[in-house]
């Protein structure tokens, strides 16, 4: 490295972000995480020996992924490279593979190759790397805020320990607060700043578990604030509102907090937690996720655990869904509250799906048995002759509208597909049967 080189370096290390530039160099340094980096881990056992195998760190934005790999960079021997699965391609990677059969052949040194985003990678770029992984050319470290089941080749996760990282607690997010506002070295110390314990407690809550989402908004505050009349510049909660304006919500549509979310707001509706319903339709809805998304999902939902305990939840959910394609945000929300609430509190039944689960499987089971005769059509020529529709009796001209007659193929008679639950207007439908056959409570309902 020459002269302007190194000068160049320095400057940019004193320049970059504070998250940047408070970015721990040792294991002990690490916030958070203590469920695989803890001293009796595998991970921590892994680093300190210098045993690594490749690995995958999976987790949510400002958790900690490029941090231990840095960290992993600062104390192994092993020569580290890293590309950005966004910006690099083949000719990146071969760069790299390269160099560390170089590094391996001259001079017995392993590599370890850090690809941040690699979810970003498409298939051909990740098998491009496996016969590397395979024979140890390289030792792969991914990052990844999608999960890696999904979108990492098997594959590679085959070959490699997969670590999920948690979002930081708001007392860790504390502690980094304090930290970037005391550290003269590689904070903010020297601007003499303070921040008051309802500013800190403020945005280690509206951080989200996001470490750089919390420093960014102290450095910001710290820049941008006015020094007192005592020579200091105070953060306080009016400050720290305005660094912070908008919650940070952990919602990707195509990643894991789209599905998490969507189904804690099902098993809500169907749990009969309205709170709970409105709530994560609220999380969805702050996060952008479409309405027209929302609406399928409760009428799915009203058909589905609802049922005929309460008919009126699926015309609810269907109009539902019919007004806010028609209305639009903002006042959709108004709209699928109303219907995520109803679903929520209507009386539930699986009775129809249980039906037509236990129909599917029996006409696959027995293929496609006669219709009794009586019901065929009788309308086409010669079906009488051929004996189609002789013998139906017509409902509507018996008492109650109902006469007993065979309706189910032979082979399937005395089957049962639809049982009634003991919710709603189901309780009704097990009267109104009781009555017309003459079922009592130990028979057929």
Same mark, same amino acid.
């Given at each position: 490295?020459?002269?302007?080189?190194?000068?160049?370096?320095?400057?940019? +290390?004193?320049? /970059?972000? $504070?998250? *940047? @530039?408070?970015?721990?160099?040792? !294991? #002990?340094?690490?916030?958070?995480?203590?469920?695989?980096?803890?001293?009796?881990?595998?991970?921590?056992?892994?680093?300190?020996?210098?045993?690594?195998?490749?690995?995958?760190?999976?987790?949510?934005?400002?958790?900690?992924?490029?941090?231990?790999?840095?960290?992993?960079?600062?104390?192994?021997?092993?020569?580290?490279?890293?590309?950005?699965?966004?910006?690099?391609?083949?000719?990146?990677?071969?760069?790299?593979?390269?160099?560390?059969?170089?590094?391996?052949?001259?001079?017995?040194?392993?590599?370890?190759?850090?690809?941040?985003?690699?979810?970003?990678?498409?298939?051909?770029?990740?098998?491009?790397?496996?016969?590397?992984?395979?024979?140890?050319?390289?030792?792969?470290?991914?990052?990844?805020?999608?999960?890696?089941?999904? +979108?990492?080749? /098997?594959? $590679?996760? *085959? @070959?490699?320990?997969?670590?999920? !990282? #948690?979002?930081?607690?708001?007392?860790?997010?504390?502690?980094?607060?304090?930290?970037?506002?005391?550290?003269?070295?590689?904070?903010?110390?020297?601007?003499?700043?303070?921040?008051?314990?309802?500013?800190?407690?403020?945005?280690?809550?509206?951080?989200?578990?996001?470490?750089?989402?919390?420093?960014?908004?102290?450095?910001?505050?710290?820049?941008?604030?006015?020094?007192?009349?005592?020579?200091?510049?105070?953060?306080?909660?009016?400050?720290?509102?305005?660094?912070?304006?908008?919650?940070?919500?952990?919602?990707?549509?195509?990643?894991?907090?789209?599905?998490?979310?969507?189904?804690?707001?099902?098993?809500?509706?169907?749990?009969?937690?309205?709170?709970?319903?409105?709530?994560?339709?609220?999380?969805?809805?702050?996060?952008? +996720?479409?309405?027209?998304?929302?609406?399928? @999902?409760?009428?799915?939902?009203?058909? #589905?655990?609802?049922?005929?305990?309460?008919?009126?939840?699926?015309?609810?959910?269907?109009?539902?869904?019919?007004?806010?394609?028609?209305?639009?945000?903002?006042?959709?929300?108004?709209?699928?509250?109303?219907?995520?609430?109803?679903?929520?509190?209507?009386?539930?039944?699986?009775?129809?799906?249980?039906?037509?689960?236990?129909?599917?499987?029996?006409?696959?089971?027995?293929?496609?048995?006669?219709?009794?005769?009586?019901?065929?059509?009788?309308?086409?020529?010669?079906?009488?002759?051929?004996?189609?529709?002789?013998?139906?009796?017509?409902?509507?001209?018996?008492?109650?509208?109902?006469?007993?007659?065979?309706?189910?193929?032979?082979?399937?008679?005395?089957?049962?597909?639809?049982?009634?639950?003991?919710?709603?207007?189901?309780?009704?439908?097990?009267?109104?049967?009781? @009555?017309?056959?003459?079922?009592?409570?130990?028979?057929?309902?």
């Amino acid at each position: 490295m020459d002269l302007f080189e190194y000068m160049r370096s320095t400057n940019m +290390e004193k320049e /970059s972000p $504070l998250a *940047s @530039r408070l970015r721990p160099v040792k !294991l #002990e340094e690490v916030v958070g995480q203590q469920h695989i980096i803890g001293k009796d881990k595998l991970l921590y056992r892994a680093i300190k020996a210098d045993k690594l195998s490749s690995l995958i760190f999976y987790g949510p934005p400002g958790t900690g992924k490029t941090t231990l790999a840095k960290v992993i960079a600062a104390t192994t021997s092993a020569e580290f490279r890293q590309i950005n699965a966004t910006s690099a391609g083949k000719k990146d990677m071969e760069a790299v593979i390269e160099h560390a059969k170089e590094a391996g052949g001259m001079y017995g040194k392993k590599t370890i190759l850090f690809i941040d985003e690699i979810h970003r990678f498409n298939k051909g770029q990740q098998d491009y790397l496996l016969p590397f992984v395979e024979d140890g050319t390289v030792i792969l470290i991914g990052a990844t805020t999608e999960n890696p089941y999904f +979108e990492v080749n /098997s594959a $590679l996760i *085959s @070959r490699s320990l997969v670590f999920q !990282l #948690e979002p930081l607690s708001p007392e860790e997010i504390k502690g980094l607060i304090d930290r970037a506002i005391h550290d003269e070295e590689k904070g903010m110390g020297s601007y003499n700043a303070v921040i008051d314990e309802e500013a800190a407690d403020f945005l280690a809550d509206l951080s989200g578990g996001d470490a750089r989402h919390a420093l960014n908004a102290i450095e910001l505050g710290v820049m941008t604030t006015k020094r007192s009349e005592d020579g200091l510049i105070h953060i306080t909660l009016a400050v720290a509102q305005e660094c912070i304006q908008k919650r940070t919500v952990r919602y990707d549509k195509s990643g894991d907090g789209h599905y998490d979310t969507i189904s804690a707001f099902i098993k809500s509706m169907r749990g009969s937690d309205p709170d709970a319903a409105v709530y994560y339709l609220a999380r969805m809805l702050y996060a952008g +996720e479409t309405v027209t998304f929302i609406a399928r @999902r409760i009428m799915i939902c009203a058909a #589905e655990d609802v049922g005929i305990a309460d008919p009126m939840a699926l015309n609810v959910a269907v109009s539902a869904s019919l007004a806010v394609e028609r209305i639009g945000m903002p006042e959709a929300q108004i709209v699928l509250s109303e219907a995520a609430a109803y679903v929520a509190c209507a009386p539930k039944s699986n009775a129809c799906v249980n039906a037509i689960g236990e129909a599917m499987r029996t006409v696959s089971e027995t293929g496609s048995l006669a219709i009794p005769p009586h019901l065929q059509d009788a309308h086409y020529k010669g079906a009488a002759k051929l004996g189609r529709g002789t013998g139906y009796m017509y409902a509507h001209d018996y008492p109650d509208h109902y006469i007993e007659q065979q309706y189910l193929p032979y082979e399937l008679t005395g089957r049962e597909f639809y049982r009634p639950s003991d919710n709603g207007y189901e309780v009704k439908i097990k009267e109104h049967f009781r @009555r017309i056959k003459g079922v009592d409570s130990k028979g057929k309902f």
